[in-house]
Every structure is written in structure tokens, then in C-alpha cells.
């Protein structure tokens, strides 16, 4: 009997409610609160296996503590990325430490957060300290696509991946009336050997209610640029809260007629786990 691919989201968040304890160093978008048994519940209600939780930048900006008690009381469910500062001197022994953390499979870097040069010390200092610890090095860089393009030029042996579909994405409706206006740069990073790319957050670009038709002619240039070994599904769960319910995220996904069984199976968990060498523990 052949062995089911995990269900896995590239991409989700867990955080606590402001307080003096913890408090929020921004906003997000997304309720008050979704602490990690909440994540997991919503993951058991749809049948997503595992998920990669990202340390919110907007909230907890470079500290992952909350993630790290997370993943302590979730170790088979989750693995966990956090953003990095290029300011700080020591980055690069930082990322070194975060990779021996069992359950870490990777850093971040938010190109969207200031201006930045493709020679800047710290950017580059970063993405080497990932291939040195051989984790990949998440990028938002919606907006700033030719500079992501330079980045990965310049460091070839850092494995990059692309946040959201590189494309800007809304916290709330509507969605942008060319939601896919950097699609063709998007599909020329395919060029890149070194770059991977998140399908995530899509539904939120759709013109159209579940199940989101109008975004599989735009995904499927971007599946055929860079193959579906090199794509992950993801739902960018709570940003997208106010645009579609976690089941809606997920199940567009499973109703599409656009993709093969085998297609879907990589797309929602084959590729992460070969990308960012993880898999769920599936009990049972």
C-alpha cells in the first residue's frame, strides 16, 4: 500500500494577545489571538498534517520566542523559521545557533521592511550563514523583485525561496484590481536554480468566491516556469483572515480540477519536504 504524501502549509502563524508580558512591537492582520493549540486545532479540523509557523515580524519582529514554546509543546506538528536584522554584527553566528535547534529548518529576511542594496554586508552575510548551515532563507520581497533577483545571483549556493508568489497580497478585501501585475517577473526568477517559490496566500488574490477559479491561469505560468518540485502550498495563515476562512484556503486546493493527484500531492507536502528536509509526525 503506497504511503500518503503529508499535508503540509509552508506557511502559518501563532501568537499570543498583546500584553505587557509579550507585547506586539506592531499589528498584524488576524484575530487577537492564535496560540499554537489553536493552530493546531484549525490543522486537525481539515486534515493538514504539519505546518512551518513563522515567527510573526510584525508582532514579535526578530524574537522567536513564542514560536520556540510552540514547537516545544508541538515537536510533530510543527518546524519552525524566524526573521533575521542584516543590522545586527552578529548575524551570521546568530543563524548558525538557530539552525542546531531541533525543529528549525530556516531563516527569513524581509526585504519589504526598509530600502536595501543588493551589496549590503548584512543581506549577504545572512544568506551565506544559510548555505553554511544548509537551511533555506525565506524572502518577502513583493515589490522588490529585481533585488531578490541580484540577491540570489550573488549566492548561488544559499537555497532562496520566494515568500507569497513574490506578488504584494491583501489583508483585506478587495483584492488589487491586477493582482498578478508582476507575474511575468515572478516566472523569470524561475531561472534562478537556487530559488524555490511559495503558493501561498493565493486565494486572497482572487477576483472570484471560493473556490478562487480566476487564480489557477496566473499559478499555472508559475507551475510550468518552475516545476512543482519547486512550488509549496501554503496558506499564510492569519493574514489572510479577513478574505477566507483556513478551510477555504485549504480546500481550494483539493477541489481544483487544475491539478493531477500527483501534482496536488507534491504541491501541498512533497516538495516542502524535500525543500526544507521535514515531515510531520503522522500518529496512527
Known amino acids: 500500500m503506497a504511503v500518503q504524501t503529508p499535508t503540509i502549509d509552508v506557511q502559518v502563524h501563532a501568537y499570543q494577545r498583546n500584553s505587557p508580558e509579550r507585547p506586539w512591537a506592531g499589528f498584524l492582520q488576524g484575530p487577537d489571538e492564535v496560540t499554537g493549540d489553536d493552530m493546531v486545532a484549525a490543522m486537525d479540523a481539515v486534515g493538514v498534517d504539519g505546518a512551518l509557523l513563522i515567527s510573526p515580524f510584525s508582532l514579535y519582529r526578530y524574537d522567536a520566542s513564542y514560536a520556540l514554546e510552540v514547537l516545544a509543546k508541538h515537536p510533530d506538528r510543527f518546524a519552525l523559521i524566524k526573521p533575521f536584522d542584516p543590522q545586527s554584527e552578529g548575524v551570521a553566528d546568530e543563524i548558525a545557533e538557530w539552525s542546531k535547534i531541533p525543529g528549525v529548518v530556516g531563516a527569513r529576511v524581509m526585504l519589504t521592511a526598509q530600502e536595501f542594496e543588493a551589496d549590503d554586508p548584512g543581506l549577504n552575510k545572512i544568506f551565506a550563514a544559510g548555505a553554511q548551515a544548509g537551511i533555506p532563507v525565506n524572502v518577502m520581497c513583493s515589490g522588490k ?14 537555497r532562496m525561496v520566494i515568500d507569497h508568489v513574490g506578488l504584494a497580497q491583501p489583508p483585506e478585501p478587495p483584492a488589487p484590481p491586477d493582482s498578478f501585475a508582476d507575474l511575468a517577473t515572478v516566472v523569470s526568477l524561475a531561472a534562478l536554480d537556487n530559488v524555490t517559490i511559495k503558493i501561498s496566500g493565493a486565494g486572497t488574490l482572487s477576483h472570484q468566491p471560493f473556490p478562487y477559479t480566476d487564480i489557477w491561469e496566473p499559478l499555472s ?33 483539493r477541489v481544483t480540477d487544475q491539478l493531477s493527484d500527483s501534482e496536488r500531492a507534491t504541491l501541498m507536502g512533497g516538495s516542502l519536504m524535500k525543500i526544507y528536509n521535514w515531515s510531520p509526525v503522522i500518529s496512527g
Open 221 to 253: 505560468k508559475v507551475f510550468d516556469a518552475f516545476g512543482f518540485d519547486r512550488c509549496m502550498w501554503g496558506t499564510d495563515w492569519t493574514r489572510a483572515v479577513r478574505l477566507l476562512t483556513f478551510e477555504q484556503g485549504v480546500e481550494a486546493f
Open 145 to 158: 523583485l529585481p533585488l531578490f533577483a541580484e540577491l540570489a545571483r550573488r549566492n548561488p549556493e544559499t
